[in-house]
Every structure is written in structure tokens, then in C-alpha cells.
């Protein structure tokens, strides 16, 4: 065969492999730029450290600061209960953490805004601890992504150079949920501008307002993966004991698999998106993120709730999707049938070994595994649906809002054009194309359904027909499809490769069956042990 032919085969091929399974990370990875060392605006975070801290005896933090260090939301609240912490000291403990590490030393720039009250906030939580109906996140300081709403304090950006200053006037629906619990905002994560959707050359955990978020575990050797690359890092780095992401395709999963931490996209229909800067509202989600099951469920049944203001909610789902994280049993995988969505042949060289580990993990956990399982991607695809939604869906919001800088996704742009470098270091193709897309209504449904139908079948074909609990899947290899089909995942960590690169299992369910995801999630854990604190 003639050279030019061969050539020829294999770009139709790169082309086909985009149009089925890998047209939802086009834009992710077309021609991703390598990370740079880049922290803009230091002093937005430094500044209302130092002055939270600059009473407080930091060497009592440091003495403390090891239990705090890997502690779960259980090993916190029995300190604060015994008298060896105070919710004073947790906070401050952790913006230490935040100014020696994240914007000094290893420099890992996850954190783009740091609530100015939250000392003030923890010493009243201190104060008011016997008179408050006692919840599991009590006192608890939570960083959440820079797109979702706080109100009057912080700014919230969708991590663009535009809005980098603008404050809300209105917490978002989760936040409020979470203060009623007793919760407080510790700051804001970094993440891939407007939701990784600027240009196909900007690496994951970039933003125009704070720079590019590195990954602890290899700050410019791995990928932080996904939008919500912040909220992941802040976690596993213990900046924060819980953050909070979203997802749209992949963007709670991806980040948390590689940064072994664990994360959930639940179904849709459980968490509010009210308050938060959309990318798609057909696929957008808010999730949990944290370094065990038991964390992420217990942020998980503050988050989800019935909310006028979000059509997709849905109250009776939401009654039957919370449960007592105490239910919670290391024999939760036994007798389970899961499927097994990889080839351990098929995987990276490196990460081999694992993929060949979680097969074995499942199966000495009392799981029943079912393997060759394939997945078809005809007629599913979510570039369009992305492209259509984000235009339309930015809009509304913009419009909605009495003091952004800016009205419309045309706006944007024009000011970006105005000083490329800084505003828009990396291009703003994607948001272009989507500014100038042409595709009608009526086009757009039809893509949608057909997505939806196809990938509701494909999964259904082993969760339903088949009778299996779930699917397992290496990081976020097939998550198009439950993004699409709007199923939850949970990701927990798996191990490492062999260059150390963390590497996260992640198993689907059928929509609002997150309990047992959980239980199957929190059994794996346990049994496995896998997930090793960075050294920072």
C-alpha cells in the first residue's frame, strides 16, 4: 500500500475514534499545552491569611497539624469533642497549610479565594457548639469551586480573567444547605477555565484569574485532569478536609482518579444547580470530593436536595437517595456481580499492574466479576450538546445577574480580544465555536435524545438486563456514557502505576442508587487500603 493511502487509513481512523468513544474529550486533549509553573495574583490568597493568622500562636498549630493531616470528618469531630482541637485551630491549621504549600513551597496554586471571616467564623462555631443541633459537618471548613456562588464575600470567576472580581449577590442552593448543617466556606478551588471550555491547547487547571493548578503527586510530570482540578487538589494536599466539584463530562472523576481522592457525579436530579456558573445545564452536576467514601457521603446527604429553582430535582429521588453513612459495611461488595469495562491488556503499560490489582481486590472482596464487556458509542456524543448549551445556558445566567462585568458569551470575547496574553493565554477557540454555532433547536434535541436513548441502552444492557450491581471502569475511560445518561459514578483511589501516577477505580450504577455505590465504594476501600498521602 502506498504511503500516502496508509496515511490517509489512520487519520480517518484518529477522525472515527473522535466521532465515537473520544468525541467528549476532544477538547480536553486536542493539542493540550504543558503545564507551566504560572501563580497569578498571590497576594488574593496571602493577604487575608496573614491577616486571620497574625494572632494566632503558630506553634500550637504546628503541634497539631499532624493529627489534623489525613484526619476524616469523624477523627476531627471526636478531637473537638475530647478537648484537642477547636474549630479555631482546624481553620487556621489549614491556612497555614494553604499559604506554606500551596502558594509557597511545592507552589501547588489550587486555591483562588480565601474566605476573609473564616477565623471569625470558626471561633463562633467554637462558641455556640452545645446550643447547635450537633451535624456530622459542624464547624467543618469546606472549599468549593469557583463557580458556584457565594454571596457578598467571595468572588466567583468559572476561573476566567473577566469576573475574576465579581461577587454574587446570592449563595447558591448548596451553600445555604451546607450552613444550615452547621458548614462554613473556607475559600474557593482553582479550575480549568469556564469549565476546560476556552481552547483545545489549555491544560487542564488553567485559569486566567489564579493560573495553572498543579497536581501534588507530580507537580509538572502528571495531569490534574478535569475542570474541578482544584477542588481535588485541596483535598488530597489537605488544604481542606472536603471540597466540593462539578461535572459536566468527566470533571469531578477525571481529577479526583488522579489525584486519589474520591470523588461522586450524582445522578441528575439530586443536587441544585442553582447558583452555579453552567457549562451545560443538560449534563451539569455539583458532587462531593474527599479522601475517603465515608467523607464524600456525608457531604453527599448535605448536598442533595429538592430545589423550586432547579426543575431537574426531584424530592421523591432525593428522600430515597439519603442514608445512614453508619450503614456503611466493609462486606458491601460481597456477593455483588460488577462488570469490568477495561482489558487489563488494553491499558497503558503502566498502568497494567493496577488494572490487573482491581480485578483481584473485587474478587477477594466477595464480588462476582464479569468480564468482556463492550461498550458501542454510535449516535453518543456531547461536543454539540456542549457547544449548543453553553452559549445558551451562560447567556441566561449573565442576564440574570444585576453586577457582572459582562451580559453575553459575545462579550467575553471582545474583551479577552482586548489583551490576549493575560485574559486569554491559551486561545479562546471553544468559546468562539460555541459563540458561533449554528445549530438549531430542534438539531439540538434530536442529538440530545439520540445520546441519551443510546447510552441509557448501552449501560442498561449489563445494569438492568444483565442484573449487574455495577461497572468498573479505569479513572474515567468510559464516562461519557453515564454523563450522558445522567448515572452516578464514584471513583476511589486504586493504586499507583509505575511511575507513580495515581490511579483511581470508578463505578457506575443505575441513577439514584448512590447508596450502593457507596457501599460498594467504601467496602473496596477498605479492603485495599490504597490511597497514600503526596509528600509535600
Same mark, same amino acid.
Given at each position: 500500500m502506498k504511503k500516502w493511502k496508509k496515511i490517509a487509513l489512520v487519520t480517518i481512523g484518529i477522525v472515527l475514534l473522535f466521532i465515537g468513544g473520544g468525541a467528549y474529550y476532544v477538547y480536553h486533549t486536542f493539542i493540550p499545552a504543558n503545564p507551566e509553573r504560572?501563580?497569578?495574583?498571590?497576594?488574593?490568597?496571602?493577604?487575608?491569611?496573614?491577616?486571620?493568622?497574625?494572632?494566632?500562636?503558630?506553634?500550637?498549630?504546628?503541634?497539631?497539624?499532624? *493529627?489534623?493531616?489525613? $484526619?476524616? =470528618?469523624?477523627?476531627?469531630? &471526636? #478531637?473537638?469533642?475530647?478537648?484537642?482541637? %477547636?474549630?479555631?485551630?482546624?481553620?487556621?491549621?489549614?491556612?497555614?497549610?494553604?499559604?506554606?504549600?500551596?502558594?509557597?513551597?511545592?507552589?501547588?496554586?489550587?486555591?483562588?479565594?480565601i474566605n476573609p471571616h473564616a477565623i471569625k467564623e470558626a471561633r463562633k462555631l467554637d462558641q455556640n457548639r452545645a446550643q447547635h443541633k450537633q451535624s456530622d459537618?459542624?464547624?467543618?471548613?469546606?472549599?468549593?469551586?469557583?463557580?458556584?456562588?457565594?454571596?457578598?464575600?467571595?468572588?466567583?470567576?468559572?476561573?476566567?480573567?473577566?469576573?475574576?472580581?465579581?461577587?454574587a449577590d446570592?449563595?447558591?442552593?448548596?451553600?445555604?444547605?451546607? *450552613?444550615?448543617?452547621? $458548614?462554613? =466556606?473556607?475559600?474557593?478551588? &482553582? #479550575?480549568?477555565?469556564?469549565?476546560?471550555? %476556552?481552547?483545545?491547547?489549555?491544560?487542564?487547571?488553567?485559569?486566567?484569574?489564579?493560573?495553572?493548578?498543579?497536581?501534588?503527586?507530580?507537580?509538572?510530570?502528571?495531569?490534574?485532569?478535569?475542570?474541578?482540578?482544584?477542588?481535588?487538589?485541596?483535598?488530597?494536599?489537605?488544604f481542606a478536609p472536603l471540597a466540593i466539584g462539578t461535572e459536566t463530562t468527566g470533571s469531578i472523576i477525571a481529577p479526583a482518579a488522579k489525584q486519589s481522592i474520591v470523588g461522586l457525579r450524582p445522578?441528575?436530579?439530586?443536587?441544585?444547580?442553582?447558583?452555579?456558573?453552567?457549562?451545560?445545564?443538560?449534563?451539569?452536576?455539583?458532587?462531593?470530593?474527599?479522601r475517603t467514601v465515608k467523607d464524600t457521603a456525608i457531604l453527599f446527604n448535605a448536598m442533595i436536595g429538592y430545589d423550586s429553582k432547579d426543575s431537574l430535582t426531584k424530592e421523591k429521588k432525593i428522600q430515597e437517595a439519603s442514608f445512614d453513612v453508619k450503614s456503611l459495611s466493609v462486606?458491601?461488595?460481597?456477593?455483588?456481580?460488577?462488570?469490568?469495562?477495561?482489558?487489563?491488556?488494553?491499558?497503558?503499560?503502566?498502568?497494567?499492574?493496577?488494572?490487573?490489582?482491581?480485578?483481584?481486590?473485587?474478587?477477594?472482596?466477595?464480588?462476582?466479576?464479569?468480564?468482556?464487556?463492550?461498550?458501542?458509542?454510535e449516535g453518543i456524543e456531547n461536543v454539540s450538546i456542549i457547544?449548543?448549551?453553553?452559549?445558551?445556558?451562560?447567556?441566561d445566567y449573565l442576564e440574570q445577574q444585576k453586577t457582572t462585568p459582562v451580559k453575553s458569551l459575545q462579550d467575553i470575547i471582545q474583551y479577552n480580544e482586548k489583551d490576549k496574553e493575560r485574559r486569554i493565554k491559551y486561545g479562546q477557540g471553544l468559546l468562539k465555536q460555541s459563540e458561533d454555532s449554528s445549530l438549531t433547536k430542534k438539531d439540538f434535541e434530536a442529538i440530545l435524545q439520540s445520546s441519551q436513548n443510546n447510552s441509557k441502552k448501552q449501560l442498561d444492557k449489563y445494569l438492568v438486563e444483565k442484573g449487574l450491581n455495577a461497572l468498573v471502569m479505569i479513572n474515567n475511560e468510559h464516562v461519557l456514557l453515564s454523563a450522558i445518561a445522567g448515572y452516578p459514578e464514584l471513583t476511589v483511589p486504586a493504586g499507583y502505576d509505575d511511575n507513580g501516577e495515581p490511579v483511581g477505580a470508578t463505578f457506575i450504577t443505575k441513577p439514584f442508587l448512590e447508596q450502593d455505590l457507596f457501599q460498594i465504594g467504601y467496602a473496596y476501600e477498605q479492603k485495599t487500603k490504597n490511597r497514600k498521602a503526596p509528600k509535600l
Open positions: 504560572i501563580i497569578y495574583d498571590k497576594e488574593r490568597v496571602i493577604e487575608p491569611i496573614d491577616k486571620q493568622l497574625q494572632d494566632i500562636d503558630r506553634n500550637i498549630l504546628k503541634q497539631k497539624e499532624a *493529627k489534623v493531616v489525613d $484526619a476524616s =470528618i469523624e477523627d476531627i469531630q &471526636n #478531637m473537638i469533642k475530647h478537648g484537642e482541637l %477547636t474549630y479555631e485551630q482546624l481553620t487556621a491549621i489549614y491556612l497555614f497549610r494553604i499559604k506554606q504549600h500551596d502558594q509557597n513551597g511545592i507552589a501547588l496554586n489550587a486555591v483562588t479565594e459537618l459542624y464547624g467543618i471548613p469546606i472549599i468549593v469551586k469557583d463557580n458556584i456562588q457565594t454571596a457578598h464575600v467571595m468572588p466567583t470567576s468559572a476561573g476566567s480573567y473577566v469576573l475574576k472580581d465579581w461577587i446570592a449563595d447558591a442552593h448548596i451553600i445555604d444547605q451546607l *450552613k444550615e448543617q452547621g $458548614a462554613f =466556606i473556607l475559600g474557593k478551588g &482553582n #479550575m480549568s477555565e469556564w469549565a476546560n471550555f %476556552t481552547s483545545q491547547k489549555a491544560p487542564n487547571g488553567y485559569s486566567g484569574k489564579k493560573g495553572q493548578n498543579l497536581n501534588p503527586y507530580g507537580p509538572l510530570e502528571f495531569n490534574t485532569d478535569g475542570s474541578s482540578s482544584g477542588s481535588a487538589t485541596v483535598t488530597a494536599a489537605n445522578s441528575l436530579g439530586l443536587v441544585s444547580r442553582h447558583g452555579i456558573i453552567p457549562l451545560s445545564e443538560t449534563l451539569d452536576t455539583a458532587g462531593p470530593m474527599a462486606d458491601g461488595l460481597r456477593g455483588k456481580k460488577i462488570g469490568i469495562l477495561y482489558s487489563v491488556e488494553d491499558q497503558d503499560k503502566r498502568k497494567q499492574a493496577v488494572a490487573k490489582k482491581i480485578k483481584q481486590d473485587l474478587k477477594a472482596a466477595g464480588a462476582t466479576l464479569v468480564d468482556n464487556i463492550k461498550m458501542d458509542y457547544k449548543y448549551d453553553f452559549k445558551k445556558d451562560l447567556n
